[in-house]
């Protein structure tokens, strides 16, 4: 079963614009991972943050968690056309990430 | 430095096959989780190698089965299979001593007729 649900399901937007992905969470985590999967392959580890953590950039990525709502963003700043690729949050459960807990994915459309 | 390899890319089988994926982690990873991702869904975990043992399952009924060599590799295999196993297999390699962020190869694509 899935833990993390994102939203929205796709999004379309113009190159230079942000993007903002959510993701909610049902269980309490250790950790909370962003991946980027193009067409449908393997997939790419973007930003990872912990449970006692709030807020995490890497280049124009932005990531949030709030814990007490079980949810958190990413945001894409200043999108270009090479960022359209399906965006997954996974969760890590408390105590050792043996397994990860992918939800369903934003589609993400950059469009030139 | 190669990353996780994953063969083959396509296979195509029939129901009631049986079929065996493999995979080579990242250089200096000794953790080998397997997730199967059906069309339009996030990855489902199936099981995790480390020392050569299983060392969590997820929700996969026992046609299900793993193996992880000495160096580290590893094998999927798949008994009986059935039209919904169709689905991308994703090998994801990490070390244990950090074992947060996951390195995932690109994938088998597996076709069930």
């Known amino acids: 079963s899935q833990q993390g649900e994102e939203d929205p399901q796709a999004l379309s937007i113009q190159e230079g614009e942000n993007a903002t992905m959510n993701c909610s969470y049902k269980?309490?985590?250790?950790?909370l991972q962003w991946y980027r999967q193009n067409s449908g392959r393997g997939l790419v580890h973007l930003i990872l943050?912990?449970?006692?953590?709030r807020e995490k950039h890497s280049g124009r990525l932005r990531v949030t968690l709030d814990t007490s709502k079980k949810s958190s963003s990413l945001l894409i700043t200043a999108s270009r056309a090479a960022d359209t690729a399906s965006y997954f949050c996974?969760?890590?459960?408390?105590?050792?990430?043996?397994?990860?807990?992918f939800g369903k994915g934003t589609k993400l459309t950059v469009n030139p | 430095d190669a990353g996780v390899t994953q063969s083959p890319t396509h296979l195509i089988k029939t129901r009631g096959q049986q079929v065996t994926l493999r995979c080579s982690p990242k250089?200096?990873?000794?953790?080998v989780s397997w997730y199967q991702q059906a069309l339009g869904q996030g990855p489902q975990f199936i099981f995790q190698?480390?020392?050569?043992?299983?060392?969590q399952r997820g929700n996969f009924p026992d046609r299900f089965s793993g193996h992880q060599f000495p160096n580290y590799s590893s094998e999927l295999n798949v008994n009986a299979l059935l039209l919904g196993d169709s689905a991308l297999y994703l090998c994801?390699?990490?070390?244990?001593?950090?074992?947060?962020?996951?390195?995932f190869g690109s994938g088998t694509q597996l076709s069930v007729l």
């Open positions: 994801a390699s990490s070390y244990a001593r950090t074992n947060e962020k996951l390195f």
């Open positions: 269980t309490s985590i250790n950790n």
């Open positions: 943050i912990r449970s006692n953590e």
């Open positions: 996974a969760t890590g459960a408390p105590g050792g990430s043996e397994k990860l807990v």
């Open positions: 250089s200096g990873h000794d953790t």
């Open positions: 190698y480390y020392e050569e043992e299983e060392r």
